[in-house]
């Protein structure tokens, strides 16, 4: 069973800083494309940044909002992601999920995982 597990969420003051981590385990062949999603209250899911495989060549890419503030971050022989937020800010606020695009089975396309989420809450 594959499972993702998120830490790092909490209550920050706006400009500061916080860690997410995620670490993917489980038996799987391997993981494509992991990423950071965020659903604030009353709003939809949304991408915040993702990062690919290292055979993909590692590839990072943000949502606008977060460009420039936050940073996305692999060690893939721990199958783990990380998503570094500085200069956070009260719109960050929100659940914060990770993603992972995983191939359990060699012979198949990957499958999404979530994990159940971890908050952030931004304020003073």
């Known amino acids: 069973q594959v499972q993702l597990v998120e830490s790092g969420g909490g209550l920050v003051q706006p400009g500061g800083s916080l860690r997410l981590s995620c670490a993917a385990s489980?038996?799987?062949?391997?993981?494509?494309?992991m990423g950071w999603y965020r659903q604030a209250p009353g709003k939809e899911r949304e991408l915040v940044a993702s990062?690919?495989?290292?055979?993909?060549?590692?590839?990072?890419m943000y949502a606008d909002g977060v460009k420039g503030r936050f940073t996305i971050s692999r060690d893939y022989a721990k199958n783990t992601v990380y998503l570094q937020m500085n200069s956070l800010k009260r719109e960050d606020t929100a659940v914060y999920y990770c993603n992972a695009d995983i191939k359990v089975n060699p012979l198949y396309y990957g499958v999404d995982y979530w994990g159940k989420g971890t908050l952030v809450t931004v304020s003073s």
């Open positions: 489980g038996s799987f062949f391997s993981i494509n494309t």
């Open positions: 990062i690919t495989s290292i055979a993909s060549g590692g590839i990072t």
